[in-house]
């Protein structure tokens, strides 16, 4: 569980939202109440609030947040490679990943990707978020320019990677619901030793899993020929994945 500090960073909370620091009074002094500290996720499983409609894909449980389709990419074996959360004109890309007991990585998959676009001729630009420093670019995509704006965040032997795309990416302000799913996600990693960076694995439900397969198994009519770029035309749309309903 995080807790939103002054400087606008989210860190671990071990004394159940209290610094008790700040309840030790001077000497002399009498004791003043404390306001609550606003609390929220991403939330580890082990500290998730309960009572809360989830889609569960394993090692991540998505919040049920009205007027957000939730949009997965899998394989016909149901293990998921990417999940993005669509509102209106904004998205978030979410990612989950493996990270060691003693820090967080955010901070170095940051500079990571900083160096990536600069590698393509873009430009990335710090700013300070609601979880702390956040990258801002302009890249290029088939359908013109597009601002895209990436966050982590760490917890325990986990970090969660976002990309908004759309107003959200300019304009936090403008992100809407979608900062209600971030702040409602759930991390189920697990005991396990991973490779630090490692994707943590993803899953439909059975259901939907089942509903993949019976589509792979259906016949799909022949896609129209593409018309070439630089001797190399795009390959066939991919094919829709139903979005799984949450339990």
């Known amino acids: 569980m995080f807790s939103r500090g002054g400087s606008g960073r989210h860190a671990r909370d071990d004394d159940g939202g209290r610094d008790s620091r700040s309840e030790r009074p001077a000497r002399g002094s009498a004791s003043v109440p404390q306001p609550p500290v606003q609390q929220w996720g991403p939330y580890d499983v082990s500290e998730a609030p309960s009572g809360v409609e989830r889609l569960d894909l394993g090692s991540?449980?998505?919040?049920?947040?009205?007027?957000?389709?939730?949009?997965?990419?899998?394989?016909p074996e149901g293990n998921v490679q990417q999940v993005v959360l669509v509102n209106g004109e904004n998205a978030l890309q979410i990612g989950v990943f493996a990270a060691p007991r003693s820090e967080g990585i955010w901070e170095e998959v940051r500079e990571e990707i900083r160096k990536s676009l600069f590698s393509e001729g873009v430009a990335a630009e710090?700013?300070?978020?609601?979880?702390?420093?956040?990258?801002?670019?302009?890249?290029?995509?088939?359908?013109?320019?597009?601002?895209?704006?990436?966050?982590?965040?760490?917890?325990?032997?986990?970090?969660?990677?976002?990309?908004?795309?759309?107003?959200?990416a300019i304009d936090p302000s403008r992100a809407g619901v979608l900062v209600e799913c971030l702040h409602g996600?759930?991390?189920d990693r697990g005991q396990e030793a991973?490779?630090?960076?490692?994707?943590?694995?993803?899953?439909?439900?059975?259901?939907?899993?089942?509903?993949?397969?019976?589509?792979?198994?259906?016949?799909?009519p022949p896609a129209p020929p593409a018309p070439p770029t630089n001797g190399s035309g795009p390959g066939p749309s991919p094919r829709r994945r139903p979005s799984p309903r949450p339990r």
Do not use: S
């Open 60 to 75: 991540l449980q998505i919040p049920a947040v009205p007027e957000v389709e939730i949009r997965v990419q899998a394989n």
């Open 194 to 220: 991973k490779p630090v960076r490692e994707p943590l694995p993803l899953r439909l439900p059975k259901d939907a899993t089942d509903q993949v397969q019976e589509q792979q198994a259906e016949p799909e």
């Open 126 to 168: 710090e700013t300070e978020g609601e979880y702390g420093v956040e990258l801002r670019a302009r890249v290029r995509a088939a359908d013109g320019l597009t601002d895209l704006r990436f966050l982590g965040i760490d917890g325990p032997r986990w970090m969660v990677r976002g990309v908004f795309q759309g107003p959200a």
């Open 185 to 187: 996600l759930v991390v």
